[in-house]
């Protein structure tokens, strides 16, 4: 109901916009309260398992376990990876800076294992770009498709999928549970909710905010196992 009412919306919008209509009858209907999911993210065993499924014998290989690497360490998101250039890489203070929506830059560390991972990949990435044609190059992209162009969202989700498919037990999981699992692993370690939100470069605070049900989900379940008189 919620999606077809917001179809309409839309729709009438436009109306209104091309002067078909003077006003939008569909701002008229309340949207029907929509029950929040939680993030589906990964425990941490369940994360370094899946990031260390790629065989790194291949050039694929050490590419893509950069890739999963870099997303767990700093929880970009998918596009964000895609739109990644060699300047925004800073190995020396283990930094990277990445452009988020409305090209809002945002500077995010990363660790030991992604900084080692990306070195490797670095090394076997000139195998990819020399794949393409001189006019078709993308020199500075950080990750590149077979055919030695930038690589596509579409192409980390497939990514995703083959190594989900390697992973037994593992099941539904997106490239986006990366990126929930590095903000849940962070509140449940203690780091500062507002420092999360700096991190995940969202604009307001309750973006962030659903990671404490998250959080809280596994604080109850603590509690029960542990409390006398839970």
């Given at each position: 109901?919620?999606?077809?009412?917001?179809?309409?919306?839309?729709?009438?919008?436009?109306?209104?916009?091309?002067?078909?209509?003077?006003?939008?009858?569909?701002?008229?209907?309340?949207?029907?309260?929509?029950?929040?999911?939680?993030?589906?993210?990964?425990?941490?065993?369940?994360?370094?398992?899946?990031?260390?499924?790629?065989?790194?014998?291949?050039?694929?290989?050490?590419?893509?376990?950069?890739?999963?690497?870099?997303?767990?360490?700093?929880?970009?998101?998918?596009?964000?990876?895609?739109?990644?250039?060699?300047?925004?890489?800073?190995?020396?203070?283990?930094l990277?800076r990445?452009?988020?929506?409305?090209?809002?830059?945002?500077?995010?560390?990363?660790?030991?294992?992604?900084?080692?991972?990306?070195?490797?990949?670095?090394g076997?990435?000139?195998?990819?770009?020399?794949?393409?044609?001189?006019?078709?190059?993308?020199?500075?992209?950080?990750?590149?498709?077979?055919?030695g162009?930038?690589?596509?969202?579409?192409?980390?989700?497939?990514?995703?999928?083959?190594?989900?498919?390697?992973?037994a037990?593992m099941?539904?999981?997106?490239?986006?549970?990366?990126?929930?699992?590095?903000?849940?692993?962070?509140?449940?370690?203690?780091?500062?909710?507002?420092?999360?939100?700096?991190?995940?470069?969202?604009?307001?605070?309750?973006?962030?905010?659903?990671?404490?049900?998250?959080?809280?989900?596994?604080?109850?379940?603590?509690?029960?196992?542990?409390?006398p008189?839970?």
């Amino acid at each position: 109901m919620a999606r077809k009412l917001a179809a309409l919306r839309t729709f009438f919008q436009f109306l209104v916009r091309e002067g078909v209509i003077e006003l939008n009858p569909a701002k008229l209907v309340s949207t029907p309260r929509l029950e929040k999911k939680l993030p589906q993210h990964l425990s941490i065993e369940e994360a370094i398992k899946f990031i260390e499924t790629p065989d790194t014998k291949t050039d694929l290989g050490k590419r893509d376990r950069a890739m999963l690497e870099l997303m767990y360490a700093t929880g970009v998101r998918v596009s964000e990876l895609t739109k990644m250039d060699l300047a925004d890489l800073d190995f020396k203070n283990k930094l990277i800076r990445v452009t988020g929506k409305r090209r809002k830059e945002r500077i995010v560390p990363f660790g030991d294992p992604a900084s080692e991972a990306l070195k490797i990949y670095l090394g076997a990435r000139d195998r990819f770009l020399n794949n393409a044609a001189v006019s078709q190059r993308e020199p500075e992209a950080v990750f590149l498709n077979y055919q030695g162009t930038r690589i596509t969202t579409r192409s980390v989700g497939r990514m995703v999928e083959k190594y989900i498919r390697i992973c037994a037990g593992m099941h539904d999981i997106s490239p986006h549970a990366l990126r929930h699992s590095f903000a849940t692993h962070l509140l449940d370690s203690g780091a500062d909710l507002r420092d999360i939100q700096e991190l995940l470069g969202h604009a307001r605070l309750s973006s962030t905010q659903i990671y404490t049900h998250v959080s809280m989900e596994k604080l109850i379940k603590v509690y029960d196992k542990a409390h006398p008189k839970a």
